[in-house]
């Protein structure tokens, strides 16, 4: 399995920006489909956005026009650009990998990062 470390997260204020980075481990990484789910405290993790093999991506609702999903598979590497942030958005930031396609779905998904937190302060 590909091993995924995120980077990125931090305190920022509402309105603000922060850029999530996911690191694979392994060289043959853009076979894979990748995603980025959140995690809120008390709820349940809830899909973000998904970066197919054919580089085609979807958006959750509540992310769409303010998150954008990126890859650069010459650096393994996996981004989420977050603008516009709220407090709302406030969680702990996963990245995931799938070699058998992208869905909203984590089970879908069979590699995981440990985790990033964001927090935004209105």
């Known amino acids: 399995q590909v091993q995924l470390v995120e980077s990125g997260g931090g305190l920022v204020l509402g309105g603000g920006s922060l850029r999530l980075s996911c690191a694979a481990s392994e060289r043959t990484f853009s076979s894979y489909a990748v995603g980025w789910f959140r995690r809120a405290p008390g709820k349940e993790r809830e899909f973000i956005a998904l970066m197919r093999r054919d580089g085609t991506t979807a958006y959750a609702g509540s992310v769409k026009g303010r998150f954008t999903i990126s890859r650069d598979n010459a650096k393994n590497m996996v981004y989420l650009q977050m603008s516009s942030l709220k407090p709302e958005d406030t969680a702990t930031y996963y990245c995931?990998?799938?070699?058998?396609?992208?869905?909203?779905?984590?089970?879908?998904?069979?590699?995981w990062g440990q985790g990033t937190q964001v927090t935004v302060s209105s």
């Open positions: 995931a990998a799938s070699r058998y396609g992208a869905s909203q779905y984590a089970s879908q998904y069979n590699s």
